[in-house]
């Protein structure tokens, strides 16, 4: 057996020494040749493997750096092609250009923006929600493509990837991490697919420097003015649809996209639950809601407004979703400085000013991951009856400030 370390000292014996020759080779030598490679002149060389197999190689100093270019097996480029093949590499060497990049554009090299759709398409399944393939693309073509879309994706280097993130390195730090994220992926993309041998992004950690370590809180409005919130709400005149989804959010303590795709087969009416599928949790582990006697009412109301069979709860008219902004939209027109996502925060912070619910519980509610590995070993339970509790607690608290008279456990 031919191993590695012999191959390589073939290599070494047969490899000359001081001024290479100019057209050292001829075919009957390349018939008869041993192992080893065997120089021509302008960097070519016969490749012989142990094996028999016969190749043409070129060594190349390439923008400072020494390469390697196939040229193809012997018998299918002769001696006088192979020639031609070297001479015109070496010169658009020495002019700055690369000659392996020219081969793979000729060879069909994806431009990034292309590649970039491919990545999109296999990590599209995986995604919970489509807003999230819109934003990864966006934000590629809103940063990067400009610069890079219709570079080839094997010619991307570490310099693009630092004119691309240092405008937003420390002025959009959310951002800069996303859009570095998703070129990072593209281009490992295409380290896997063998166009490129490394990733530029794995190299400017230390050019770029450490970002202030900003926490960036979703605005949301104090629990002691959630009632007025739903007042107001409850007031105005906006989409009934999107006012009934945004007190069932913020009686629920769900998230957005967890409202705005709620089905009627996930209601138990009789039980007082809302069952949300793994599927559409940020945790991807089922998620039961306890209902009260609110929420309730509200999906008598959203169930009144139906015009067909759609299977969604809240929909803006003949079965539709509503838009993923109707919620932030009514927010901002009743002037509230505020996010739908924000109003956990606001459960969050009354739960724990002004009660004694135990703080697992109020996780639980909220539906966050347990991070201790320990602690989650033994948390079986999702402590549902307790969490029913606290959601009445919920409900009346808002009840009190809203005018509501009915008692929201009910």
């Known amino acids: 057996m031919i191993t590695v370390t012999h191959t390589a000292r073939l290599l070494r014996k047969t490899k000359p020494k001081g001024r290479h020759p100019q057209k050292a080779l001829s075919a009957a030598f390349i018939r008869s ?3 080893g490679r065997h120089a021509d002149g302008n960097g070519l060389y016969l490749f012989v493997q142990p094996s028999g197999t016969r190749s043409w190689i070129q060594r190349l100093l390439v923008r400072g750096r020494r390469r390697e270019l196939g040229l193809g097996s ?25 000659p392996l990049a020219e081969k793979r554009r000729a060879e069909g090299i994806p431009t990034f923006a292309e590649a970039a759709l491919r990545v999109l398409e296999q990590k599209r399944d995986g995604w919970r929600t489509p807003r999230h393939s819109r934003e990864w693309l966006s934000s590629l ?10 570079v080839p994706v094997s010619e991307v280097t570490s310099a693009d990837v630092l004119e691309i993130l240092t405008p937003l390195w420390h ?64 007031a105005s005149t906006a989409l009934p649809a999107a006012r009934l989804a945004l007190e069932f959010l913020v ?71 509503l838009h993923d902004s109707a919620v932030r939209r009514l927010l901002r027109q009743l002037g509230f400085a505020a996010v739908p996502h924000g109003f956990r925060s606001t459960f969050r912070d009354w739960a724990g000013e002004e009660t004694d619910h135990p703080r697992e519980v109020i996780e639980a509610a909220l539906a966050h991951v347990v991070r201790n590995r320990v602690e ?23 009840a009190q400030g809203s005018g509501n008279t009915v ?3 009910e």
């Open 171 to 234: 002025r959009k730090v959310a951002t800069a991490k996303r859009v570095r994220q998703r070129l990072r992926a593209v281009l490992e993309w295409a380290v896997a697919m063998e166009y490129r041998i490394d990733n530029p992004c794995d190299r400017i950690s230390p050019v770029l420097g450490s970002q202030k370590d900003v926490t960036e809180h979703m605005q949301a409005v104090p629990h002691r003015e959630a009632a007025a919130v739903i007042r107001k709400v409850r």
């Open 251 to 321: 009686l629920t303590a769900a998230r957005w996209s967890e409202v705005r795709w709620a089905e009627w087969e996930e209601i138990d009416r009789s039980g007082r639950v809302w069952t949300i599928p793994a599927r559409r949790m940020k945790t991807n582990r089922r998620h039961r809601v306890p209902l009260c006697g609110r929420a309730l009412e509200i999906l008598e109301a959203a169930r009144a407004l139906e015009e067909g069979d759609s299977p969604l709860v809240f929909t803006n008219g003949g079965g539709k979703p």
């Open 33 to 35: 040749a041993p192992p």
């Open 407 to 409: 008692d929201p456990a």
């Open 376 to 398: 989650a070993a033994y948390a079986r339970s999702d402590l549902f009856e307790r969490r029913r509790l606290l959601m009445d607690d919920w409900a009346r608290y808002l």
């Open 141 to 150: 073509s809103r940063f990067a493509f400009s610069r890079i879309g219709k």
């Open 74 to 98: 012997v018998a299918r480029v002769p001696l006088a092609e192979a020639r031609e093949k070297a001479l015109a590499n070496r010169k658009l060497a020495r002019q700055g250009g690369d």
